[in-house]
């Protein structure tokens, strides 16, 4: 059975290590998505989806779907 999980993400403009602080302190965490033959994109998603999605029995075996707030990319 195919299980599709939803997860809102806003890209990132600023990085570095101040910056990766600051967004841990506003309850929201640093990532970077990584592509063969595509840029790396910053983002930033809330912990408290991190931690839904983390307690999802089958997570190792299910496709997360990054919905992007600002542009609607996916």
């Keep these: 059975m ?3 999980i939803n997860i809102a993400v806003k ?3 600023k990085n570095g290590t101040s910056n990766s602080r600051r967004l841990r302190l506003q309850e929201s965490i640093p990532a970077i ?3 063969e033959k595509k840029k ?3 983002i930033t ?3 408290s989806d991190m931690n ?3 307690q999802v029995e089958n997570i190792f075996s299910s496709f997360i779907d ?3 707030d600002e ?3 996916k």
């Design 45 to 47: 998603l809330k912990t």
């Design 2 to 4: 195919l299980n599709i």
């Design 66 to 68: 990054l919905n992007f």
């Design 40 to 42: 790396n994109v910053d």
């Design 33 to 35: 998505i990584y592509g």
């Design 52 to 54: 839904k999605l983390l």
């Design 11 to 13: 890209k990132r403009k």
């Design 71 to 73: 542009t609607g990319d």
